[in-house]
Every structure is written in structure tokens, then in C-alpha cells.
């Protein structure tokens, strides 16, 4: 990557590939040509097409709008981007990566979610150095730096998309057909700093509309924010700050937060995107962060004030064993680090918990919000399903003022909170909510980063996990080659005489044994290989870092 213009004094390393190749990529890839689909549809109940379905991202709104504006013939490939931080390291050590994945909405919920149908690749690895302080630099002008390194970067990985979109390129897909593809960016799958970070909204503002923060409780409409305002935004603050001023960013980011935007980088990512791209509408609902480690959070809190932890843990020690439900023999309140998983597991549980000792209306404020989180999950949505998100919404409008008048809240706004009131349009735009999960790209990150990490030497190691990498990749497509060719073997056998039945059978085995030693032969001269070239890595002492390093 290029030296920052805002930083000129520091080098930052990315390792990346084109976005556009690994498209092509999952386009033509045999095992998925089956399943890919091609253009947008709807899905209605009944013949009187009054209530329509909505589940996976061919049957949203978004695709259908975006078709209409490309020529006639031309195919859309919505394209889904995840980029999340990760620790490398268990206790100490403080190594991390900083990977982005990229998925086609194509692609059937089904099969992306699946990890030995490869259809989530790995694009990148953003740098993790931190920006170094310099004489005089404020936390703002830090955080500015910061703003800056990731959207530089973003823009190295992104920009052949851009142009992609815009122009289109000829694919040819796993059936042999050749199409003219336009892969635009759909949805963006971040967790909610980050979603921050990438739309340049003012932390503890909302990344999808223009509501400020002391609004956030409020479930009126608010404006939609808008990539022109963003950047209109930014554009009005340079022009009130003269270039050649002192600490002229710092000033310039000051300007753009008094209108809930982080001016931190002048030139965003996503500036170049195809107008049809909408940065802050591709902000997606977020099951895990949102509701199970945001929502739900806040509401065992809120509980635990109004019962007492002790009482709490009691009712919950209390509780019958159940299948499917994880006992918990101590209670919640010890927990430490809670997953996801336990997260769940608390939320079958908490409402059983509370009644009789707390009052009505607090009972029914936690229903609201656990009828929504379960709502929310569903697989497929109608406007029945989605009707009844609006009136656990309207349920617990109604009734959250319980909290408050316990003491344990002075107001809603919460950026976690208000998100929900953005889940029924999105649903309806993009699909329903498991088209993007952050659960499956964190599961991604053992895969992609974290078993990476674990092959190499620990030393200059993101070019080991790249070629470890690449080498599993390859062994992969090897085996499913070699998976295809038996099938076509047995099949062709299959035709054969009866009476060579029993040859037959014997030659598969032996094609089966054949295969596995091939693997097992594969395997070890490629480990054999790795470690061989990680200790000329290491002898060598050579530690320049390379600015742009492909994948």
C-alpha cells in the first residue's frame, strides 16, 4: 500500500487480492453452478399477491431496484463484504489479523453458510498497526489516522469492484455460460463500531439514518443518511477550513461531527462506488452484537437491578433441567466472557425467571424484546411475521418505562436499541437476517486466520498463513476434482455388463485408495515444504515489510 498523504512518515502492510478474481472465482466454480441464481424474484403467499415472502436476498426489493437500472441482459451479482478484527494470540503476545471476506448474494443462504462449500473467501488482510502519535497530536488527531489507515486500505482492496460495477465484466459461470456481470456492493457486515468506521458516523449516532443522539429512543421516521450527505458534509467542512492551516484535519473532523459525521479521511472508500451502491443502507441487522451481546445485555442488567443478582441466580439454579437448554448451577451473574452461545441459552430461560417478583408491566417489556430477538431469526419473512416485529416493537415502547421508573435507566438511547427499528425495512430490502450473520465470519477467522497463525513459526507470519493458505485452497479444488471424477467413474461402471459388477467394485476401491494416498502424499510434501521455506524466513533475517503484497 501506498504511504498514507496523511500519514507520509509511516508504511502500513496489506496483503491482498482482486475482489474481482475471487468473484470469478465463486462464479465458476462447478460445485456451486447448480445453485446460483441469476436474477431477482417474488414470492407471494397466496394468488392474490397481497402478502409477499421474503427470505433469501433475490426476493428483497434492493436487488429488484438495482436490476432495473442495468441494461438489458446484464446480470447483478450483490456483493457481501465482512471485515472483522481478530486476536491471533490467547493470553499474551497481543498479535492480531485483520481479515475481510467477500460472498455473492447469489449463492443460496444454505450453501454460504456451510464452510466445506467454499463460498466465502478470504480478499484480505488489513494492516493492524496502530498509527505512532507524533509531537502534538491529540486523541482526535489520532483517531483521524486511524479513520485514514482503513479507508486507504479498503480503497487498494476495493477498487477493481468499483470499476467492475460500474462497467460490468464477462463471467462465465459453472454452467459454461457467459454473462455480463455487474458485482455491486448489497451489504456490509460489521459489528457496530465498525459499522461506524466504515460510514463515517459519529460513534453512538446511527450508521443508517440522520437521528441524533439524544433522539435515538424515539421510534419516529427518521431521514435516511445518504452517501451525498456524507460527503457533502466533509466537502462544506474543508471548504470553512483553509488548507495550509495548522492541524487542518483535526479542524475539518471537528466541523463534520457538530452534523453526527467523522471526518477523519476526506476520501472514503466507498466514494468511487456505482450510484447504486448505498454505503449506509448496506449497514445489515446484526443477530449477535446487536441483539444477543447488545439487547439482551442491557435487559439481563436492567433485571438484575430490579430482582438483585442473588435473587435472579437463585430462580435460575432452580429451573428444571431441560433438553436443550444449558443448566446454569451458579446462576449468571459469575459469568465471565459469555459467548454467544450462552447468550442464547440465558434468553430461553430469563422470562420464566421473573415472574411472580416482578411486576406486570416489566414482564412484559422483557417479552417484547425477547419476542423480537426470536422473531428476528426467522428464515422467512412475510408481512404477517414482519407485522408482529412492529408489535413487539410497539409492546416494548409501551411498556420500557418500567425501567426507568426503578431508577435503572434515565432514557433509551441506545444506539443497539434504536438499530432494531431498522430490521423490518432491511428484511425487506435484503432478506431475512441469517443472509448475513456476523457468526458465520467470526467462525471464518479459525479457518482463515487463526489455524494460519498456528502453521507458522510466529515470526514474519502473515506471508505463512498466505501460502499456507493458498496451499489448502488448492488442495481443496484437488479433492473436489477428484471427488467429481469417481462419480463420473461410477457412473460410467454402473452402464457396464452386470457380470463386471464385482471388478467393477473392485477398481472403485482401488480408485478410492488410489485417491486417498494421492491426498495423504499431497499433504505431507506441502507440510514438508512449509516448514522447510519458514526456516529460510527466518534465517534469512530479511524483515522489510512490502507495501503491497498480493495474496
Given amino acids: 500500500m501506498n504511504r498514507l498523504l496523511a500519514i507520509p512518515e509511516e508504511s502500513f502492510t496489506l496483503y491482498h487480492r482482486d475482489p474481482v478474481e475471487a468473484i470469478r472465482s465463486l462464479w465458476g466454480d462447478p460445485s456451486l453452478a447448480k445453485d446460483i441464481v441469476y436474477k431477482p424474484s417474488k414470492i ?26 442495468l441494461p438489458s441482459g446484464h446480470t447483478l451479482a450483490p456483493v457481501i463484504i465482512a471485515t472483522d478484527k481478530t486476536s491471533l494470540t490467547n493470553f499474551s503476545g497481543g498479535k492480531a489479523a485483520y481479515p475481510v471476506y467477500l460472498t455473492l448474494g447469489n449463492i443460496p443462504k444454505a450453501k454460504r453458510r456451510k464452510l466445506n462449500h467454499r463460498a466465502c473467501v478470504l480478499i484480505a488482510y488489513l494492516p493492524v498497526d496502530k498509527a505512532v502519535p507524533q509531537s502534538g497530536d491529540t486523541p482526535a488527531d489520532v483517531k483521524c489516522k486511524t479513520y485514514q489507515i482503513f479507508h486507504d486500505a479498503m480503497r487498494v482492496v476495493l477498487q477493481p469492484l468499483s470499476d467492475a460495477g460500474k462497467e460490468g465484466v464477462r463471467l462465465t459461470g459453472g454452467d459454461g455460460e457467459v454473462r455480463i456481470v455487474h458485482p455491486i456492493l448489497a451489504a456490509y457486515v460489521a459489528d457496530y463500531p465498525e459499522q461506524c468506521l466504515v ?18 429512543q424515539n421510534q419516529t421516521e427518521h431521514e435516511a443518511r445518504t452517501r451525498q450527505f456524507t460527503m457533502d458534509t466533509i466537502k462544506n467542512a474543508r471548504r470553512q477550513v483553509p488548507s495550509g492551516v495548522n492541524n487542518r484535519r483535526r479542524k475539518v473532523h471537528s466541523r463534520c461531527m457538530q452534523s453526527d459525521v467523522a471526518g477523519g479521511t476526506f476520501d472514503p472508500f466507498w466514494a468511487t462506488f456505482p450510484s447504486t ?7 445489515t441487522p446484526d443477530i449477535l452484537h446487536q441483539l444477543y451481546q447488545g439487547v439482551l445485555v442491557h435487559l439481563i442488567n436492567w433485571t438484575q437491578a430490579v430482582m438483585t443478582e442473588a435473587n435472579l441466580d437463585r430462580r435460575i439454579r432452580l429451573l428444571a433441567p431441560t ?82 421508573d426503578k431508577g435503572t435507566r434515565k432514557h433509551f438511547n441506545i444506539p443497539k436499541f434504536h438499530s432494531l427499528q431498522h430490521y423490518i425495512n432491511a428484511i425487506r430490502f435484503l432478506g431475512t437476517t441469517d443472509n448475513f450473520n456476523t457468526e458465520l465470519f467470526e467462525r471464518l477467522h479459525i479457518d482463515f486466520a ?6 507458522s513459526n510466529k515470526r514474519d507470519h502473515f506471508p505463512q498463513m498466505i501460502k499456507w493458505l493458498s496451499r489448502r485452497e488448492k488442495i481443496s479444488s484437488f479433492d473436489y476434482h477428484l471427488s467429481e471424477s469417481l462419480k463420473l467413474d ?41 516448514s522447510k521455506e519458514d526456516r529460510m524466513i527466518v534465517d534469512s533475517g530479511k524483515k522489510q515489510p512490502i507495501l503491497c503484497q498480493p495474496i
Fill in 323 to 404: 433438553f436443550g437448554v444449558r443448566p446454569f448451577k451458579n446462576g449468571i451473574s459469575a459469568l465471565k466472557q459469555v459467548s454467544g452461545t450462552e447468550r442464547k441459552h440465558i434468553a430461553k430461560i430469563l422470562l420464566a425467571c421473573l415472574a411472580p417478583v416482578m411486576p406486570k408491566k416489566g414482564i412484559q417489556a422483557c417479552k417484547a424484546i425477547l419476542d423480537f430477538i426470536y422473531l428476528a431469526q426467522y428464515q422467512s419473512h412475510d408481512e404477517v411475521t414482519l407485522g408482529y416485529m412492529q408489535e413487539a416493537l410497539d409492546q416494548w415502547e409501551e411498556h420500557r418505562d418500567f425501567f426507568i
Fill in 277 to 283: 451502491c448505498d454505503i449506509h443502507g448496506a449497514m
Fill in 199 to 216: 460510514t463515517l458516523a459519529k460513534y453512538g449516532t446511527c450508521p443508517r439514518c440522520r437521528v441524533v443522539a439524544t433522539e435515538l
Fill in 44 to 69: 407471494f403467499q397466496d394468488e392474490s399477491k397481497n402478502c409477499r415472502v421474503y427470505n433469501e436476498m433475490w426476493t428483497g426489493k434492493w436487488w429488484w431496484t438495482v436490476q432495473s437500472t
Fill in 490 to 530: 461410477g457412473d460410467n461402471q454402473e452402464d457396464g455388463d452386470n457380470q463386471e459388477d464385482g471388478d467393477n467394485q473392485e477398481d472403485r476401491d482401488g480408485l478410492v485408495r488410489d485417491r486417498d494416498d494421492v491426498l495423504g502424499i499431497i499433504e505431507e510434501e506441502l507440510h514438508a515444504r512449509v
Fill in 450 to 455: 487463526k489455524e494460519g497463525w498456528r502453521a
